[in-house]
């Protein structure tokens, strides 16, 4: 069995060749090749072929053992996107895993859409999230938009990225207070909408603040693994309930993506490696809002979340960074009903955040079969 990789290779494509066997050779072994021992051969990676697709570009798929991932994430990240990460004009533009490597290195969403959709009570519409901000308010103001979020009909009730051990809202007060908040909105309206603290322990602090969250109620946590790491998001998806909502924020990630001739792409970054990594619903910036994704990347992401991969389960893709409740019916239609509408600081425009909830409830319950 092997992995398999394809890099798309910015420059003249004259030189495509050449420069695909020196990345499969600096992706394995990182050895000159006619120094290499025979007894290694087994463990180097090849090109399978280099398309030009234009003066200067052309699309290298490599092929990898899969024994070179040794059964571990971080080791498979390394394999097809580490050195060459260093390497100019050099792009992971899709990726094939074996589904028994997947299995082991990543294990996919322990909930996927379907099992996100059971948690929350939610069959067929659309799933509401927003952001408890801004950065710098004490506690208290922060529980009582979560209790007005979660009284107005909000699904999925996140903190913001920004959010972590601050002076002035410590990790251990905040959570369990927006927790029962939340859970004191719920039982006044009659919904189920879900807090998910963010989490960007260091090392040293994850097992103690997930404790945190899980004694505080918790429904979820808002992963950071731009900061974290990949296999942080992992370890949570192995070692929380089975209920629990994994959503992965970009933060950090973003330098891997918004490069058109390096990184990864977009729909390979927020699609299938958080996917793989154990992400239920992936958060990327949409067209039309305050950052630089074309409705094409952003196609191609949702894409990346659904489309058969190593047989991993469907995520839920998560478009934000300001969209507002107008766009509702445009973004339904674009990426259909499978999907996490996330509307953060409009939802406080008006100084009426459970009015605002409501009203954003009501557009998406409203939207034609």
Known sequence: MTVRAVYALAGDVRDAR??????????????PPDLAPA??????????????????????????PDDLAGDELPQLLVMVFGNCALLPGVRLVDLEVPAGLARAVGGG???????????????????????????????EDLAALGRAFAEGGIDLIKDDQGLGDQRWSPY???????????????????????????????????????????D?????????????????????????????VLMSHPALLGGLAVSPTAGIAPDVLY??????????????????????????????IADGCARPFADLPASLPAPGGGMSPDRVPELVDFYGRDVV?????????????RGAAERFRALVDTLPA
């Open 39 to 64: 007894k290694a051969a087994p463990s180097r990676a090849h090109v399978v072929a280099v398309e030009e697709r234009g003066p200067d570009l052309a699309l290298a798929t490599v092929e990898f």
């Open 216 to 244: 505080a109620g918790a429904g979820g946590l808002l992963v950071v693994p731009g900061v974290g790491g990949l296999p942080l998001l992992r370890w949570l998806a192995r070692n929380t309930p089975d209920d629990f």
């Open 109 to 139: 969403p322990a909930l996927g859409v379907a099992g996100v959709r059971r948690a929350l009570g939610v069959p067929e519409r659309p799933i509401l999230a927003t952001a408890l901000k801004p950065v710098g308010l004490p506690t």
């Open 341 to 353: 509408l996330l509307i953060g600081g409009e939802l406080h425009r008006t100084g009426d955040p």
């Open 271 to 300: 699609g299938l490696l958080l996917r793989l990594s154990g992400a239920d619903v992936a958060i990327f910036p949409s067209y039309g809002g305050r950052f630089s994704f074309s409705p094409e990347e952003c196609r191609a």
């Open 172 to 214: 251990a007060d905040r959570v369990p207070r927006i927790a029962e908040a939340i859970a004191a909105g719920n039982a006044a309206s009659g919904h189920a909408g879900r807090y998910l603290p963010c989490f960007d322990a260091p090392p040293e602090r994850v097992e103690e603040r997930l404790r945190i969250a899980l």
């Open 18 to 31: 050449s420069r695909a066997e020196a990345l499969a050779v600096e992706q394995s072994h990182e050895f």
